[in-house]
């Protein structure tokens, strides 16, 4: 299988002078189509039409399955050529990137268009128009008049109501107050905010530390996802049950592949076969793919592969017997750093 880190691609007319291509890295013109491929983690990287079908050959498949609108005819008869045969269409619901967080736009630069209604941001005077709000998602950040912003995450504007941050106008907090639907609670804070890296897939060593997302107790050899902290003099992780970060905002399924195919030796099959349970249902919208579970299980595979691969290195070490399972997991260069 080909595995990769983005979650989408989009395709956009090079304005920069010079650029270059992360496959090949040679320069992309300006004038010319690039293709800006989103990972989990770490910044969008910029590829030529061709090498995007190499790298990200999955997503490549989609724009040409749904022949998407944002993508030129003539771009994605390119994309045609190059991506390889056999590599079928990656899920369509791995585009989505929920809204995870909002900020205030104190000092918008410039004048520009609201993502959902087009408009000019900030616009016309009054709470309605006249703010810009930043709305923070996976891949990157969008601006939105408070107007629209109440549409699309009225749970965030109700927790900018609830914790009445100093960072808000009051003039806004009480547009929000007004607007946000009675019966719509508070959106609950990232269980991620201020953590980074890779999370880790252990084995809860005791039952001391509790499930950040719920507050509950993860139980002794327990599955649990830990991730390190960003801020603060304690270095120590935080940890989730792997059902509540499935829960939760931030909840991607790229990050539960990412944490699989990283998985170290302590994660057995019986613990794949419990993240599978906690995952969501599938996505109406994957009707053409197979499954995360099942995406997951073979993932593992080449993770067991691997696992046997590195045992027998060391035994064939003593009796000089070479053989060996190929990689066949292809990852593009370059993602998991030196
Ligand atoms: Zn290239
Ligand atoms: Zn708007
Ligand atoms: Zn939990």
Redesign the pocket.
Known sequence: MHWNPYIDVRVEVSRAVRASCRQCGAAIDKGAYRVEAVPILGKPELLHVDCAAKRAPDHARRKLVDKDPDWPPEVLEDLARFVPEGVGPAPRSYQRTPIMDLGYDKDAAGVKPCVYCMEPCPGVAGPSHGHAVRAFSLDGERRFHPACIVELAPGLCRRIVVEASDRWPPELKAYFAQRVPAHVLPTPRSPWRHTAGVPALEHAPSARAA??????K?DKGDLRLAREQIYGMRRSPVY??V??YAKSDDYHPKMIELVVLRAPDEVTREDLSRIVAALPPKAEEDDDVPALGERLEEIFAWVERKREATASKSAAAAAAKPKLTENIVDIPEGFFGA
Request: net charge positive; with cysteine.
């Open positions: 499930c950040r997302f719920c507050s509950g993860i989730f049950h059902g509540c």
